[in-house]
Every structure is written in C-alpha cells, then in structure tokens.
Nanobody, 130 residues
Framework: QVQLVESGGGLVQAGGSLRLSCVDS????????MGWFRQAPGKEREFVAA????????YYGDSVKGRFTISRDNAKNTVYLQMNSLKHEDTADYYC???????????????????????WGQGTLVTVSS
C-alpha cells in the first residue's frame, strides 16, 4: 500500500540544519497521516513528528518541539522534516511511516503504529557532530 523512501540524511555540525524527505510511490499517500521516528544506536525507536492527511494538524515529540517542522506536499507524495538547531543527541536513523490502518486518521495515531506493519521506510542516517 505504501513504498516509502527517505533521503536527505548526512553529516552536519551542531547548530546546523537538514531537511529530510520521504517519497511514497503508492496511490493513497494523500489519505494517510504521516510521521517521522528516529532510532539511535542502542536505544528504542522514538517518535519525532506527525502530520494529518491534509497537513492542517501536526504533533511533535518533546525533544524536537520548536526545532523541527513536519510538512507535506500531497501533489508530490512527499513528507518533509525540516530540522534546525541540531544537537549531537539528534544523531540517529530517521524513518518515515504512514498510518495505513485507516484513512484520514489523526496524527496522534502514529504513536500506536506497530513495528511489524508494512508502513515504514528503510531510514536515513543523520549524524550531528558536536
């Protein structure tokens, strides 16, 4: 139902910025709430941000609030994560995900997205040097 491919990761100095992109080659992108998660080495996956199907509603994890912005372009089947004021602790693999369980769900629904669901991208690595 979705085929998610992330890009935009890389090495950046602390205080810098990066923009991640996630493109879906499926047909129902505009109907799904989308989200970004991250996983640092040795740590559990952490929720970063989510956005409603229309883009009108967003939700952020406490550790990134005020620094990261999620957005989407349904005409391009793409969701973005603008990351500013990056910190060393932001270093992680970043994954996008779609709530394919239902159409038009609230972005908070991403918090309960099962790992086993085929709704995740392969990830892109962000490394922030201190």
């Amino acid at each position: 139902q979705v085929q998610l491919v992330e890009s935009g990761g890389g090495l950046v100095q602390a205080g810098g910025s990066l923009r991640l992109s996630c493109v879906d080659s499926g047909r129902s992108f505009s109907s799904y709430a989308m989200g970004w998660f991250r996983q640092a080495p040795g740590k559990e996956r952490e929720f970063v941000a989510a956005i409603s199907w229309s883009g009108s509603s967003t939700y952020y994890g406490d550790s990134v609030k005020g620094r990261f912005t999620i957005s989407r372009d349904n005409a391009k089947n793409t969701v973005y994560l603008q990351m500013n004021s990056l910190k060393h602790e932001d270093t992680a693999d970043y994954y996008c995900a779609a709530d394919i369980r239902t159409y038009y769900s609230d972005p908070h629904s991403l918090l309960s997205l099962p790992d086993a669901l085929d709704a995740w991208g392969q990830g892109t690595l962000v490394t922030v040097s201190s």
